[in-house]
């Protein structure tokens, strides 16, 4: 079993509709939780982070982290379809924060 | 400012051979990390620097594979006797400082195909 698990989709929503996209994983001592976007033939590039449990919202975008049921959630607003994307949720523990662990991704498709 | 850049952007090679992947991180950044990612998967770690030295080598997965620094900036990946099941993107990040919440600033990757 992967430390962490990510559906990966594909997700079709019609523009304007909220996303929900959402990760769950094992390892009890994950504490940084990061949410990447990834656009075909490009890198990975940081959406969201959050530190420990709680919410974080930033415009469209709002993180979630539930420790105790080790699951995150990445919300996302008003979609449009430039939003329209591989969403890859991230973690890493305290003490080798610089390893990154991924989830297998979630693509992501918004329609006009 | 530049990004992370990474040379070739494509290779094609055959089983057997040796490769180098280069990666030219943001100025500045004192941290520079190697992933690859398969086809549908994320990204998976392979090695991170902090300045010249690896400072967590866990992610290499056999010792066909090396990556070197020599003087903290730009880093190459290298690989012997290439395989079939080397294939898949190999992407580059830095960041300012490594630990904590410092952000990754990824590449666009090397995709590697090996026939």
């Known amino acids: 079993q992967k430390e962490v698990e990510q559906d990966p989709g594909p997700l079709s929503v019609p523009e304007g509709a909220i996303v929900s996209l959402n990760c769950t994983y094992s390892?009890?001592?994950?504490?940084?939780f990061m949410w990447y976007r990834q656009y075909s033939r490009k890198g990975p590039e940081l959406l969201m982070y959050t530190y420990s449990s709680g919410n974080k919202e930033d415009g469209r975008f709002t993180a979630q982290v539930d420790k105790s049921s080790k699951y995150i959630s990445l919300f996302i607003r008003d979609s449009q379809p430039s939003d329209s994307a591989t969403y890859l949720c991230?973690?890493?523990?305290?003490?080798?924060?610089?390893?990154?662990?991924f989830g297998t991704g979630t693509r992501l498709q918004v329609t006009l | 400012g530049a990004g992370v850049s990474q040379t070739p952007s494509n290779k094609v090679t055959e089983k057997g051979k040796y490769v180098e992947l280069r990666c030219d991180p943001i100025s500045g950044h004192t941290a520079l990390y190697w992933y690859r990612q398969s086809l549908g998967q994320g990204p998976e770690f392979l090695i991170y620097f902090q300045g010249t030295g690896a400072a967590d080598d866990s992610g290499l997965p056999n010792d066909r594979f090396f990556a070197v620094r020599p003087e903290g900036s730009v880093s190459t990946l290298k690989i012997q006797r290439t395989e079939r099941g080397d294939s898949a993107v190999y992407l580059c990040?830095?960041?300012?400082?490594?630990?904590?919440?410092?952000?990754?600033?990824f590449g666009p990757g090397t995709r590697l195909t090996v026939l």
């Open positions: 991230a973690m890493s523990r305290t003490g080798t924060a610089s390893k990154l662990t």
């Open positions: 990040a830095s960041s300012l400082r490594a630990g904590g919440i410092n952000e990754q600033f």
């Open positions: 390892n009890s001592a994950f504490q940084y």
